[in-house]
T-cell receptor
């Protein structure tokens, strides 16, 4: 059972435009939602997170939106830059035990 | 520089052999994790440890074993019971096990069967 789904395996965007990466989850009990970025041959690095009590969190060019009723999470990158080209994983977490699940990733390519 | 070190970067195993993947962190984190990544799939949790001398099974623990004798170290042994061990293995750590604590990852070990 996949707790987290990223239905778009890849996305291409022109430099300067907005990139929107999407993530759907199944369990309404999750409390925290995170995005990680991964370059080839490296481990993922934490990008931005949001708790279930909020619906938006911004950090520079990165904004995460949470729609709890739809169980949907999105990451907006604006403006997109070629250095943003990477695989992006969403992750969901509860407060206890081993409730931590990653999506399958979306490979973003920003075209100069 | 604080971080997580995984070694080796590439590892080859003969059928029927056990192999141990190393993971060391100097971030003073209590919690540590092992994940497995297969092509087209997300990261799946193998084992995690919230504190020294304690560890819990994740979703795919069969065929794997771990130990946590020191705070800094969380080695993973892939045993001969793991029938499909070829994968990319990632170790991570976080301040604690609460979900809002971001995990810091090593650069991974790619294990292949000869």
């Amino acid at each position: 059972d996949q707790q987290v789904k990223q239905n778009s395996p890849s996305l291409s965007v022109q430099e300067g435009r907005i990139s929107i990466l999407n993530c759907d989850y199944t369990n309404s009990m999750f409390d925290y939602f995170l995005w990680y970025k991964k370059y080839p041959a490296e481990g993922p690095t934490f990008l931005i997170s949001i708790s279930s009590i909020k619906d938006k969190n911004e950090d520079g060019r990165f904004t995460v939106f949470l729609n709890k009723s739809a169980k949907h999470l999105s990451l907006h990158i604006v403006p997109s830059q070629p250095g943003d080209s990477a695989v992006y994983f969403c992750a969901v977490a509860g407060n206890t035990g081993n409730q931590f699940y990653f999506g399958t990733g979306t490979s973003l390519t920003v075209i100069p | 520089d604080g971080g997580i070190t995984q070694s080796p970067k590439y590892l080859f195993r003969k059928e029927g052999q056990n192999v141990t993947l190393s993971c060391e962190q100097n971030l003073n984190h209590d919690a540590m994790y092992w994940y497995r990544q297969d092509p087209g799939q997300g990261l799946r949790l193998i084992y995690y440890s919230q504190i020294v001398n304690d560890f819990q099974k994740g979703d795919i623990a069969e065929g794997y074993s771990v130990s946590r004798e020191k705070k800094e170290s969380f080695p993973l042994t892939v045993t001969s019971a793991q029938k499909n061990p070829t994968a990319f293995y990632l170790c991570a750590s976080s301040f604690d096990r609460i979900g809002n604590q971001p995990q810091h990852f090593g650069d991974g070990t790619r294990l292949s069967i000869l």
